[in-house]
């Protein structure tokens, strides 16, 4: 049977659900598998050794038949699909493709969480070398290494809930100054959805979760589209510890595949970003942002911990 309709018989069921659930939480009691940093550390170390994810690039294949063999592993042959497309960039056209995975697909109620897995072409914030691509150990590859460590769990221990991963492609691909040639899998996904109608009960996104003491405020956008969402994954955050990762404070508004997917395919989604907000409102990212310092000297296996272990919790015992 055809890979996407199989996909197409998972989430189609969603339209027979009957009323949303809507973004309410209650702690069930439920047993929480543990979330393996260790695991999630060495699949960052597997996309760093790729080399730059940057499109048109050997690495950029390899990295994509990584994720596709990775999840087939993780959630079976036929939950997985490759939603391949062609966009525009700068005097090129990109060969794309998003990586969608589904667990516990009997489920009609669906949550969506999701990660960009390409890194950005340039280091225009880098001193040297600013042409060339980075390997991006943070930014991309520590956010599809929590999903991927998450999937390896799910395969073992089925989530009590619908679970449908999505890796975009092309979110890193644009130039300072401009979105427009930002968030290419992003805005493909969402106006092109692979089952049409597809509405899961929230998405979260995972964006530059690995950096040692990293800093997850409440993202701008975030606390507009699901509010309850935000202070739920928080609240997980300090009961367990990590209000020194997950600050109780509101941060700046980051432009990034959430407000796409919010604006575009309507999807209630947060953003667990690493920024401060300046005193002007707007994002700061780390010393290493859009630098060849992005690799495995800043990965810590605490933080990749602390996000891992909220993300657990929710899932297997708030929903």
């Not at 309410?24 to 009691?29: A, P, Q």
């Not at 809930?161 to 100054?177: A, H, N, P």
């Not at 996904?189 to 950096?211: C, Q, T």
Request: charged share 25%.
């Amino acid at each position: 049977m055809n890979k996407l309709l199989v996909l197409l018989s998972i989430f189609l069921l969603i339209n027979c659900s009957g009323d949303e659930p809507g973004l309410k939480f209650t702690e069930k009691g439920r047993e929480v598998p543990s979330f393996n940093a260790d695991s999630a550390y060495q699949f960052v170390q597997e996309q760093v050794d790729f080399g730059p994810r940057v499109p048109k690039t050997e690495a950029h294949r390899e990295a994509l038949q990584y994720f596709e063999n990775k999840f087939k592993e993780y959630a079976g042959q036929n939950s997985v699909f490759i939603q391949r497309f062609e966009a525009e960039g700068y005097e090129e056209t990109l060969e794309l493709a998003n990586v969608i995975a589904a667990f516990n697909t009997s489920a009609t109620d669906r949550i969506m969480l999701s990660a960009h897995w390409d890194s950005r072409p340039r280091a225009d914030m880098d001193s040297t070398r600013k042409e060339e691509g980075i390997v991006g150990a943070d930014d991309g590859g520590s956010g599809v290494a929590v999903l991927l460590e998450l999937a390896r769990i799910f395969s073992e221990n089925p989530p009590p809930i619908g679970v449908d991963i999505v890796l975009f492609d092309g979110e890193d691909y644009g130039k300072s100054g401009s979105l427009e040639k930002y968030f290419l899998g992003s805005r493909y996904w969402s106006n092109n959805p692979p089952v049409p109608g597809y509405s899961p009960r929230f998405g979260i996104l995972l964006d530059m979760v690995g950096a040692e003491n990293a800093q997850f405020p409440k993202e701008r956008y975030s606390l507009s589209y699901a509010p309850n969402l935000v202070e739920e994954v928080w609240n997980i955050a300090g009961e367990k510890g990590y209000d020194n990762y997950f600050l109780n404070e509101e941060g700046a508004a980051v432009a990034d595949d959430h407000m796409i997917v919010n604006e575009q395919a309507g999807i209630p989604i947060i953003n667990v970003i690493n920024h401060s907000r300046t005193e002007q409102g707007n994002a700061q990212f780390g010393a290493y942002w859009h630098t060849h310092s992005d690799n495995m000297d800043i990965i810590s296996r605490a933080t990749l911990q602390a996000v891992g272990d909220v993300m657990a919790e929710l899932i297997y015992n708030r929903l």
